[in-house]
């Protein structure tokens, strides 16, 4: 089963594959394209539904929002990746020794082939096609159409369209990778923690991605008093309880960890949970 560390493997390598080349611009005919991926903040898009599947085939990670869905896929062949709008998509895909990028929408078609070879730019609009290819250190153009003119001026719109599609397509995945926080960067672990502050006083802590194992996990109050976790396992959707007091005072019959010694003001207190490493997979301020 996939855990943090191996969404962060997919997402570099997905994020590596949605940087154009800077090869490309040398192209001509349109505006410069991305030579090196900008820094892409986490507050886009927010994502409603976040899947990570491993088979014998590779990793798909999956992000669902609610006017877009994203798929990417890293296996040994190759990778690939797909943002899918209302009236745009974008498409990346990798092979060995070839990398293709492919938008599709309504102004018409834009193609980035980079193999070991060549780098070519393929526009296809309702003004005609051009093809511009550079091999050999020698560059090649053919238009067939009515408006090479037009067409170059649609060209410079769908060269917009997707960098900012590429750059929404990084957003999707660092933003279920890390977050900031005061400051502070965030593991999105899948982890949400609730607090119950009444005596008997407990946190919930409610797996909503995959199955984890919390051993050596901390989670600490504002003082900041520390538990530390054992051996301690959650499946995705499963909750479990982390009671201060010990269990003969507690009438639950649910998963649930006990004695740990753990107050949580009535008036308010912040719940964080870290990893064995320190950093920050969940908080909670109430």
Do not use: C
Not at 4 to 28: D, E, F, K, N, Y
Not at 149 to 155: E, I, N, V
């Amino acid at each position: 089963m996939a855990d943090i560390g191996t969404s962060v493997t997919l997402a570099s390598v997905i994020v590596g594959m949605l940087a154009i080349p800077a090869a490309s611009q040398s192209l001509g005919e349109g505006q410069d394209l991305i030579s090196s991926p900008p820094n892409i903040s986490a507050n886009s898009e927010t994502p409603r539904q976040v899947s990570v599947n491993r088979t014998t085939d590779g990793i798909t990670k999956s992000i669902q929002t609610a006017i877009q869905s994203f798929k990417a896929k890293v296996g040994s062949e190759g990778a690939s990746a797909k943002l899918q709008g209302p009236s745009t998509s974008l498409e990346v895909n990798r092979e060995p020794g070839k990398t293709v990028w492919k938008l599709k929408s309504s102004e018409g078609t834009l193609e980035l082939v980079k193999s070991s070879t060549k780098t070519q730019k393929t526009v296809e609009t309702s003004e005609g096609t051009l093809k511009i290819t550079k091999a050999d250190g020698k560059t090649s153009r053919s238009f067939e159409g009515t408006s090479r003119k037009q067409l170059k001026k649609s060209m410079e719109t769908l060269e917009t369209k997707m960098e900012q599609k590429l750059e929404e397509a990084r957003g999707k995945i660092n933003a279920t990778t890390t977050h900031q926080e005061n400051g502070q960067t965030i593991v999105q672990t899948g982890l949400e923690i609730s607090v119950s502050p009444e005596t008997p006083e407990y946190i919930t802590i409610k797996n909503s991605g995959e199955f984890r194992n919390l051993e050596g996990w901390k989670l600490q109050n504002n003082n900041p008093d520390t538990h530390e976790f054992g051996n301690l396992e959650l499946n995705a959707s499963e909750s479990i309880r982390v009671y201060t007091a010990e269990d003969e005072d507690i009438n639950y019959t649910g998963r649930a960890v006990y004695d740990t010694g753990l107050s949580w003001e009535d008036g308010g207190d912040t719940v964080t949970l870290r990893k064995p490493d320190e950093t920050k997979a969940a908080e909670k301020t109430y």
